[in-house]
């Protein structure tokens, strides 16, 4: 399935993006002079509209340039703390749209040359995307658990430094139990979220047993090849290819039906082409 991912520039499909969401997407690889960026934007002004997590705001250096500043470490950041957030969410859009094509250039391919196999066809396709997307969302687990670690470890270890030092003033006091709020928070939020995505995954995998039940799946997944032989105009046999050993063909030549249609004949070929002499 070829796709255009690199169209330049067009007058006529201009977007109008405020100057802080052109900046932040330039942070998130966005170029804006290429049109299948541009359709992007939306995403970039959510992020610029956004508020900041609690803790953080935003500052201007004697340059201009903008950067981060977290109260809670009492440490400044060139990086905007939602950055990695909205590259996520970029991936997941760039990949829904990048499948939604896919499947669209695989039902008419295989429409207008195998009109029975389209169904099997795009099954299997969208059994690929399932399984990708509980690999995606296994490191996203992964990843929020590692950071509800953190935030927990944080607190522990804000709770001790406070035990060791004792009182102090009356200000210090208060930073201290506005820090240990802030973390406390996060760390709710990252529990959350983590069940959040555990409820998902859990979802997409009874998914998948469902479909690895269905007919259409099994067929997909049985090996069974059938080539039948009929007789040719020249009195000869020529072999009568079935959806499923051409299915099989492809596989065994490491030929995607899904994603590299244009190479099925070559399956068809092979399965059609006479054996060597002396070959039964």
């Not at 047993?209 to 009195?235: D, Y």
Request: net charge negative.
């Amino acid at each position: 399935v070829e796709m255009d991912e690199t169209r330049e520039n067009d007058d006529d499909d201009e977007t109008d993006v405020s100057e802080k969401a052109h900046e932040f997407a330039k942070h998130l690889g966005l170029d804006f002079n290429k049109k299948d960026d541009r359709k992007y934007s939306w995403l970039a002004e959510l992020a610029v509209d956004e508020p900041l997590p609690e803790g953080w705001t935003q500052h201007e250096d004697d340059d201009g340039f903008i950067y981060f500043y977290y109260y809670v470490s009492d440490k400044s950041s060139w990086e905007h703390p939602r950055l990695d957030f909205w590259k996520q969410k970029l991936k997941e859009s760039r990949k829904n749209d990048k499948r939604d094509l896919i499947l669209k250039n695989l039902q008419q391919t295989l429409a207008e040359n195998y009109s029975d196999d389209v169904e099997k066809a795009i099954n299997e396709a969208k059994l690929l995307f399932l399984k990708e997307d509980i690999m995606d969302l296994e490191a996203d687990i992964e990843s929020l658990r590692v950071k509800y670690r953190s935030v927990r470890d944080s607190i522990e270890a804000a709770a001790a430094i406070e035990d060791e030092l004792g009182g102090g003033t009356a200000s210090e006091e208060q930073d201290r139990r506005q820090k240990r709020t802030i973390l406390s928070r996060l760390a709710e939020q990252l529990r959350a979220n983590l069940a959040a995505r555990e409820r998902e995954l859990r979802g997409l995998l009874q998914s998948l047993r469902a479909a690895s039940q269905t007919e259409s799946i099994s067929n997909l997944e049985s090996g069974h090849v059938e080539v039948k032989l009929e007789e040719s105009g020249a009195g000869g046999l020529r072999a009568t290819v079935t959806p499923d050993a051409l299915r099989a063909m492809c596989e065994y030549l490491g030929v995607s039906v899904y994603l590299e249609p244009e190479l099925v004949s070559v399956a068809r070929a092979a399965l059609e082409a006479p054996l060597p002499p002396g070959w039964a």
